[in-house]
């Protein structure tokens, strides 16, 4: 009796597991469809899809395209040679629209940097979202992984140049857990490593951290190594300043952003430095006399170190990023002479450019007393 008690419990078990494994099988499926969908509706009517393949545990896009909308400096805003959607077991069991990973390879991606500072990602897409009829599903995705392999991002910044200065990053490798859409809300975490390209060289990039996109707090810890000086001069030099022949850059920045003010702690190293002959003794750096920038601050190991702290309100129209790294290097630079810039060199935002001017003028006066002498 005992026995036949035994097996029919050991049969019952086995019938619910079935029951579950098949209901688990069935809710999958129903949410592999329901990414479909979501997928469809986001990317809209303009993208360009080779395929779209839906199995019993992901979803399967090959050949994404998104042409960049007319005006764009690049011809696409985003392409894709694959990306693999796999939603969450905790999603189908709570009821949830949750995705446990996407996976990207070999992407592409290009961004405008506006003359005003502001960063424009995929604007046509969302741009086609505005104003228009929420998907039938508008219930809000968690997404608890991305991951992005072998890709390439290309930034066009107009704020230093025009026409807009290329960055160019190759073998993107990326991942970017807890992303809460269309909201953005929640810290969401990442961790980025690329090639940035160069003339003479190539160096690396690598920012780790989290931002909430909602509240635009974050907390980010920037690298650079070896990175080819020609490829990111724009944001050293002002305009009129002549160009640098030959350098490297490294980089640490520690940036923290909390209720949109701007702390940023960090130091810039720059090797082996040439500048262009053309244009005489009394040429400027960063709005300095370079020669002396040069003869008084390069070490045994031919290179030039310089901390600053970068801080400012982000709300204040009166503060830019460009203008307040100048400025902040210039006056770094500055004291490292011996310069004492009193009330100069504080409030990054109000400085600006003038500042930079100001900087430069007074080391440069000094300088020529000194040649008198």
Known sequence: MTVRKGRRWGWIVAGVLALLVAGGIVGLRVAVEA?????????????EIAELRVGWSSVDIEGL?????????????LRAERVTIVPSWRGVLSGQLRVQSITVIEPYLSALRTRDGQLQVLPGLLAGQQGAEPPADSRSMTIDRITLHDGVLELFDASVAQPPLEIHLEQVEATVLDVVAPAL?????????AVLKGSRQDGTLRIVGWAEIASRDSSLTTTLRAVDLLALQPYL??????????????????????RNRLRAPGQLTISGLEFDST???????????????VGALKNQRDQIAVSFVLEGDLD?????????????LA????????????????????????GVEAVGAAVQQIFQGEEKR
Do not use: C, H, Y
């Open 185 to 193: 809300a929640g810290q969401t975490r990442f961790d980025l490593a």
């Open 237 to 258: 030099i002002r305009a009129g300043e002549r160009g640098v022949q030959k350098g490297t850059l490294d980089l640490d920045l520690q940036s923290e952003v909390s």
């Open 331 to 354: 006056s770094a630079l500055a004291e490292s002479l011996g310069v004492s810039l009193g009330g100069l060199a504080t409030g990054a935002g109000a400085l600006g450019q003038k």
């Open 65 to 77: 395209r998104i042409t960049g909308p007319r005006g764009w400096p690049a011809s696409d805003a």
């Open 279 to 293: 244009s005489g003794v009394f040429g400027t750096f960063m709005g300095l006399p370079r020669d002396a920038v």
């Open 316 to 328: 204040d129209p009166q503060f830019t990023l460009n203008e307040a790294f100048a400025t902040r």
């Open 35 to 47: 990414l479909r969908d979501r997928v469809v509706d986001t990317l809209g009517p303009e993208s």
